[in-house]
């Protein structure tokens, strides 16, 4: 009988120090660790690359990923006061654990990255925030953020 399970690797968070780098360290480990996720029958290994690094996408393109999406991250200051037309809306600032994320679900039109994602979200909820702007007592928008230290 056929297994149902698909076993997946997903991987973020490596790097050199900079006397290392340059010298194929991450295609060394990828060689290295191939067969024995094949072994595991691991069936997919997905990663994430900040878009501007050129050099590890060639890396990873060589290995044999291929891009599947692109995302941009932002970075910034948040106002968290409403113009005076929106009489009716809210603003409220709750932790990841008292958010309704069932409702916020309705907001995506693809499914955020595997870091941003609500199960990574909540596993280090002591590091975010959610923003919840609400009129007349329904979610209208949100975001999550990270905690100011």
Known sequence: MASLWVFELYECYKGA?????????????YRHAFPILKEHHVQKCLLEV????????KVYSALGFQINRERVCLKGRI?????ADHKHASITIVCP?????????????????REQSVHAILLN??????????????????AVVKSAP
């Not at 925030?129 to 209208?140: A, F, L, N, S, Y």
């Open 17 to 29: 120090i900079p006397l290392y780098r340059g010298r194929r360290l991450v295609t060394q480990i």
């Open 50 to 57: 900040i878009l501007t690094n050129e050099n590890a996408i």
């Open 79 to 83: 106002d968290l006061h409403l113009p």
């Open 97 to 113: 654990d008292e958010c309704d994320w069932k409702s916020v679900h309705s907001f995506w039109n693809c499914e955020p990255s």
């Open 125 to 142: 909820s002591h590091l975010y925030d959610v923003i919840t702007i609400r009129e007349d007592d329904m979610i209208c928008g949100y």
